[in-house]
């Protein structure tokens, strides 16, 4: 009875050490591949693009090992703070060595830039987020001035998005009760401000100053001229 002890010990001790120490190839089949020197790139369209805030954007890299495409490689991914989501932390390269993911833009425009890894190669991702449609014009100076009569003022509104991006490129239209307008019309910058100049009349007056964009409640300036 001692005897077959003696044998059968050593070949559960031997069976358990193979068990708790697997090992990975690291030839791009899968398994632990946090060491691997894979290198990771994407195509120039998913390198640098530009999309409305909260857009959808399916972005690929590929994935090869010594040259040559590795499937089925897990691709960590990792949005920069204030860069948006994915549908998922992870994907698998296909038999090309492709792996995707879906992309969602935030809210705030702004370079994002996602991080794509596979074992120690990475590759960056980046999206220009652009403000979305007009959806509030505001004033950007003074709601109400009091000036001499005969002198001149700027007036400047800001148009915004549903997420307060100043929105560039807006036509804004000016009218007043009287006095005179420098243009009819003044276009938002970078800085989604359009400014008018509003001269009052030699006499002493109050005026009010109203600035218009399409589909856009308008607001309006108080100008005293005394």
């Keep these: 009875m001692r005897r077959i002890l003696q044998i059968v ?3 559960a ?30 195509d120039s369209t998913f390198l640098d ?10 972005s690929t890299v590929h994935v090869e090992l010594g040259g040559v495409a590795a499937p089925n490689v897990t691709v960590s991914w990792f949005p920069a703070a204030g860069s948006g989501t994915t549908n998922a ?9 492709n792996a995707s993911i879906v992309w969602t833009l ?7 830039t996602l991080t794509a ?17 007009p959806n509030a014009i505001s004033p950007a100076s003074a709601d109400s001035t009091t000036l001499v009569a005969g002198a001149s003022t700027l007036i400047s509104v ?16 000016w009218s007043a009760t009287g006095g005179s307008l420098s243009v009819q019309n003044s276009t938002t910058g970078a800085a989604g401000n359009a400014d008018v100049v509003f001269i009052t009349a030699a006499t002493p007056a109050t005026y009010s100053v109203t600035a218009t964009a399409p589909g856009l409640s308008p607001v309006s300036f108080k100008v005293i001229g005394f």
């Design 9 to 11: 010990l050593p070949l």
């Design 158 to 173: 800001r148009v915004v998005d549903a997420f307060g991006n100043r929105v560039s490129g807006v036509t804004v239209a």
């Design 89 to 97: 932390k992870t994907s698998t390269t296909d038999g090309s060595g």
């Design 106 to 112: 935030g809210d705030t425009a702004r370079v994002n």
């Design 13 to 42: 001790a031997a069976a358990a050490c193979g068990s708790d120490n697997p090992t990975s190839t690291g030839d791009g089949t899968g398994g632990n591949n946090n060491g691997t020197a894979y290198s990771v790139s994407a």
């Design 49 to 58: 693009r530009t999309a409305p805030i909260g857009t959808a954007l399916s």
């Design 117 to 133: 890894t596979a074992g120690t190669g990475s590759v960056n991702l980046t999206a220009t987020s652009t403000p979305g449609a």
